[in-house]
């Protein structure tokens, strides 16, 4: 069974940067796509990065050109690096896995997810 475990949330003050890692395990992970969701509190999960299993990226565009998703096939783990964040980056973050066909985007493509890792950007 496939598991993942998120870390590297935290606060900082807006204009700063944050780097989360997921962990994965049971898993092919270097044949997978992997993603990065995040939901704030009242609004919907929404995607923010993938990286397909052959090295493409993909963002929201919310994030492009501050945030980069890259991965370490040999140690299982996405990464997610966040630089000049915003308040309205404030979120849970979440990684997903186990993707079935549909818009990356859309949180009903993965049907794995991590327990999530907290963002909080102070202005």
């Known amino acids: 069974q496939v598991q993942l475990v998120e870390s590297g949330g935290g606060s900082v003050q807006a204009g700063g940067s944050l780097r989360l890692s997921c962990a994965v395990s049971g898993y092919t992970f270097s044949s997978r796509d992997m993603a990065w969701f995040r939901q704030a509190p009242g609004e919907e999960r929404e995607g923010v990065a993938v990286?397909?299993?052959?090295?493409?990226?993909d963002y929201a565009d919310s994030v492009s050109g501050r945030f980069t998703i890259s991965r370490d096939n040999a140690k299982s783990t996405v990464y997610l690096q966040m630089n000049n964040l915003k308040p309205e980056d404030t979120a849970m973050y979440y990684c997903?896995?186990?993707?079935?066909?549909?818009?990356?985007?859309?949180?009903?493509?993965?049907?794995?997810w991590g327990q999530g890792t907290q963002v909080t950007v102070s202005s």
């Open positions: 990286i397909l299993a052959g090295g493409y990226a």
């Open positions: 997903a896995t186990n993707r079935v066909p549909g818009s990356w985007s859309v949180p009903l493509s993965f049907r794995s």
